[in-house]
C-alpha cells in the first residue's frame, strides 16, 4: 500500500512539475557574440512569443517541456526545450546558408530575382497597424514571423548579415523614392502606421547596386499613401510672448531672474549651417547674447558678482534708448575648485542613434573627464526603456576606465527620463560631499517618452530633487527631435544651467573652456529688480528673458526660485527705454485715475534708473541685496561690449519679426557687429558675423 501511495506522488509531482510555468530569460547573439535584436521566440505549438530587445535579451512565460523556437531573418531556427533547469537560456544562430529570393519591386527602379540574390522581406500597412506599439517613434518596424504569432515586445529594424550592428551600419531609409538624411531618420520613424501602404527591406552588398556605398547596412524601402513624403520636423519650443513696452508712472519695477543658459545661439547657428527655417520660438534673444564674452571687470568687493551698466541710442529706433545691465562673476581657478562629485546621467534611447546625439556626447564628455582631479568622482547612469548605473563612483584619476565606460554606450528603446533622473540624484545623494560640487549632468535630445515625462511632471520631479542641494546642467544634442522645452524647464527648475551641443567646437566651449562655470555655482536664485525714474524715462521693455519674469513680490521672497551664476560666467540684459518728452507710438494713453494721485519724486533728477540684485551662496538659504545706481551723465562713452551686445539683440529680434524693430536692414546689423568685434581671442564673433551674412543668403 505504501508503494502505491509513493508511486502515487511521484508521478502526480511530474505532472505538477509539468504544468508549472516558469520564467525564462537569456541573450541571442550571433557567432560572432553580437547581440541579435528582434529575434522572434515562439513557443512551438502556440501563438504565444515575444522579441528580444535591442540588447537581444528577452524573458517569456513557458511550461516545463515546451519547445522555444528561435527565428530571424538570414539565419538557421534554433530550437531549445524548456526543463526544471532552464531558466536561463542563451542562444547563439548560425547564419543560414539559404538566402531568400524573390522579386522586389522598386517604384523608381524594378529588379527581378535574377538581378539580385539579397534577401528581401515586404511588410504591408496592415501588418504594421496590426503590430502593438508603446509610442509612435517605434514606427518603422518589420515583421518576418510565423501566422498567428502574437508579438509582445517592441523592435528596431536592424538589417543583420552584415559585419555588425553597430550604429555605423544603420540601414538606408529611403521613403516613396527619396533618401533621408540620417539625421532625419527618428522622424521618419514617426510616421504613423496608418500612412503606411508598405515597407521593403533589402539586405547584403547586392542591395548596394541600387543605392551605392550608402546601403553597406541594407536599405529599408517605405512607401506611404501620399506618395509624396516630406521630412517633418519634430522639435519643439516653448511659446515665447515677446515684452511689451510697460508705462513706468503704472509700473515702475521690472523683475526677472538671471539667464547664464546658451544653448539658443548654437541651436540657432546649426539650423543657419543647415539652412532650415528658425522658428520663432527658438529665438531666446537673451541667450543670444549671453552666449558671448564681454569685457566685464572681476569683482573686487565681498561680493562674488561684479556690476556694469552702460545707455547710448537704440540703433534700431532713432526714438529710443538703449540701457545694458551686466554682471561678471568671479573666476575661481580650477584647482580651487571644490571636490566634484558628478553624475553623467546619458539618454542612450534609439533616439539618440545619430551621428549627432550619442557618438558626439561620447566624445564631448571625454572633454570633460581629461579635466576631472583625483579628489573628483563621477558616476554613469544610462537609461532607455529602464534606468540603471554603468559606472560605480569612480575617481577622476581614473579616466580610463570612465572613458571606457563612455565608449561602451550605445543607443536604442524608449526614453523613460524621468525613472533615470530618480536614479542618478539617488546616487548622488548617496555620494554628496559636504561643501563640495554634487550636481547631476543630464545629456539628451530631451525626447523623454515613457514614464514620468510631460513637462510638468518632469518639473515637479526637479522641483523636489533640487532640495537635496544636488545642482542640474542640462546638456542638449541633436536635431530633428530635439525638446528644448523640456530641456529648460529642468534647467530653470533644477538649480543648473542649459546649453546646447552641436559640434565639438560648442563641446570644447562649454565642456573645455567654461568648465568651471558650467559645473560651479558661485551665487543661486540670483534676481534682478529695475526701478526707473519716471521723471527720465516714459515707458520701457526688457529684451528677451520672457520666459525669467518674475512678480515684483518675488523679488523679496526667499522661496521663490531663480538662475544661477557660475565661477567666471557673464551675464547681460538689455533695455529698451523711452524718454521722457519723446512721442512714441509705444506709450499708449491712459485714463486719469480717481482715487490714486501719483506724485513723482523730482529729488533725484540725475539718476535714470536703479538696480537691486537679490542672490544666495550656494549651500545658504538667506538672500543678501546689492545696490547699483545708473546716472544720466554715464552716456558719454559707449563700449564695444554695449554695440556688440545691441547688434546680437538686434539680429534675434528680426528673427523673431519683432514689431519693435524699425530699421530691419540685415546689412546695418551686421556691420555694427564687425566693427565691434576687436576682442575675440576665440573667434566666436567672427563666426556670428559670417552667420548673419550666411542667413543673407538664404
Known amino acids: 500500500m505504501k508503494l502505491l501511495n509513493y508511486m502515487f506522488l511521484f508521478f502526480f509531482s511530474i505532472g505538477v512539475l509539468n504544468a508549472q510555468e516558469i520564467k525564462v530569460t537569456g541573450k541571442v547573439t550571433d557567432n560572432q557574440n553580437l547581440a541579435l535584436p528582434g529575434v522572434n521566440i515562439l513557443i512551438k505549438g502556440s501563438h504565444k512569443g515575444v522579441q528580444t530587445d535591442f540588447d537581444g535579451n528577452y524573458t517569456i512565460l513557458a ?7 528561435y527565428s530571424y531573418l538570414g539565419y538557421e531556427t534554433e530550437e531549445k526545450k524548456v526543463d526544471s533547469q532552464s531558466t536561463t537560456m542563451h542562444v547563439t544562430m548560425q547564419v543560414s546558408a539559404a538566402q531568400l529570393e524573390e522579386v522586389v519591386v522598386v517604384g523608381y527602379a524594378p529588379v527581378y530575382k535574377r538581378q539580385i540574390t539579397a534577401s528581401a522581406t515586404v511588410v504591408s500597412s496592415e501588418s504594421i497597424s496590426r503590430k502593438p506599439r508603446k509610442r509612435r517613434r517605434k514606427l518603422s518596424r518589420k515583421q518576418t514571423i510565423n501566422k498567428g504569432y502574437t508579438n509582445q515586445n517592441n523592435s528596431t529594424i536592424r538589417i543583420r548579415g552584415m559585419n555588425s550592428i553597430s550604429n555605423a551600419n544603420q540601414p538606408l531609409y529611403v521613403v516613396d523614392g527619396v533618401p533621408v538624411n540620417s539625421r532625419d531618420i527618428a522622424l521618419v520613424k514617426a510616421i504613423k502606421p496608418e500612412n ?21 547596412g541594407g536599405v529599408v524601402l517605405i512607401t506611404t499613401k501620399s506618395g509624396n513624403y516630406k521630412v517633418q520636423n519634430d522639435e519643439s519650443y516653448k511659446e515665447i510672448i515677446e ?40 529665438v531666446k534673444i537673451e541667450e543670444m547674447i549671453n552666449y558671448f564674452d564681454y569685457e566685464y571687470e572681476q569683482p573686487t568687493g565681498k561680493h562674488p558678482f561684479a556690476i556694469h551698466t552702460e545707455y547710448t541710442s537704440t540703433p534700431w529706433n532713432a ?28 539618454d542612450v534611447s534609439g533616439s539618440m542613434s545619430n551621428s549627432n546625439k550619442l557618438p558626439l556626447l561620447k566624445k564631448a564628455f571625454k572633454l570633460l573627464v581629461k579635466q576631472l582631479r583625483e579628489k573628483d568622482k563621477v558616476s554613469i547612469v544610462v537609461y532607455a526603456g529602464a534606468a540603471g548605473m554603468v559606472l560605480k563612483p569612480t575617481s577622476g584619476a581614473n579616466k580610463q576606465e570612465i572613458n571606457q565606460a563612455l565608449q561602451n554606450l550605445q543607443a536604442g528603446g524608449s526614453t523613460a ?5 530618480q536614479l542618478a540624484y539617488k546616487i548622488a545623494k548617496e555620494n554628496f560631499i559636504k561643501n563640495g560640487n554634487n550636481r547631476v549632468i543630464l545629456a539628451t535630445d530631451g525626447d523623454f517618452n515613457v514614464g514620468i515625462s510631460s ?15 544636488v545642482f542640474l546642467t542640462c546638456l542638449g544634442f541633436g536635431m530633428g527631435n530635439y525638446k528644448d522645452s523640456k530641456l529648460e524647464t529642468l534647467a530653470d527648475k533644477g538649480n543648473g544651467n542649459h546649453a546646447y551641443i552641436d559640434t565639438m567646437q560648442e563641446a570644447q566651449r562649454v565642456l573645455g573652456k567654461e568648465f568651471g562655470g558650467t559645473l560651479y555655482t558661485i551665487a543661486k536664485d540670483v534676481k534682478i529688480q529695475v526701478e526707473f525714474n519716471p521723471g527720465k524715462v516714459q515707458a520701457y521693455r526688457l529684451i528677451g528673458y520672457e520666459n525669467r519674469l518674475l512678480e515684483d513680490e518675488d523679488f523679496v521672497d526667499d522661496t521663490k526660485d531663480a538662475g544661477e551664476l557660475g565661477s567666471g560666467h557673464t551675464v547681460t540684459a538689455l533695455y529698451e527705454v523711452v524718454p521722457v518728452g519723446v512721442k512714441s507710438e509705444y506709450v499708449k494713453d491712459v485714463a486719469n485715475l480717481k482715487y490714486t494721485d501719483s506724485k513723482m519724486n523730482t529729488d533725484y533728477g540725475d539718476e535714470l534708473l536703479t538696480v537691486k540684485f537679490r542672490y544666495k551662496k550656494p549651500k545658504e538659504r538667506k538672500s543678501i541685496e546689492m545696490i547699483h545706481v545708473l546716472k544720466t551723465d554715464n552716456k558719454s562713452s559707449v563700449s564695444q561690449d554695449f554695440n556688440f551686445a545691441a547688434s546680437v539683440a538686434w539680429f534675434g529680434m528680426k528673427l523673431r519679426n519683432s514689431k519693435y524693430i524699425e530699421n530691419e536692414d540685415l546689412n546695418t546689423i551686421i556691420s555694427l557687429a564687425r566693427t565691434n568685434k576687436e576682442k575675440d581671442d576665440q573667434g566666436y564673433k567672427a563666426e556670428f558675423v559670417r552667420l548673419m551674412n550666411s542667413y543673407n543668403g538664404l
Not at 417 to 421: C, M, P, W
Open 455 to 469: 513637462d510638468k511632471e518632469m518639473k515637479d520631479l526637479i522641483e523636489e530633487k533640487r532640495k537635496s542641494n
Open 319 to 346: 526714438k529710443t534708448q538703449l540701457v545694458k545691465i551686466g554682471l561678471k562673476g568671479k573666476e575661481i581657478p580650477q584647482n580651487e575648485i571644490p571636490p566634484s562629485n558628478l553624475v553623467f546621467l546619458i
Open 417 to 421: 527620463g524621468g525613472e533615470g533622473i
Open 196 to 216: 503606411i501602404i508598405k515597407t521593403e527591406v533589402l539586405k547584403n552588398k547586392k542591395a548596394s547596386a541600387i543605392y551605392g556605398s550608402r546601403a553597406s
Open 63 to 69: 511550461h516545463i517541456g515546451d519547445t522555444l523556437m
Open 243 to 282: 515684452n511689451d513696452f510697460k508705462r513706468v508712472n503704472l509700473s515702475p519695477l521690472s523683475t526677472f531672474s538671471i539667464d547664464v543658459d546658451k544653448a539658443s545661439y548654437s541651436n540657432i547657428r546649426r539650423m543657419i549651417n543647415n539652412g532650415t527655417n528658425i522658428p520663432a520660438d527658438a
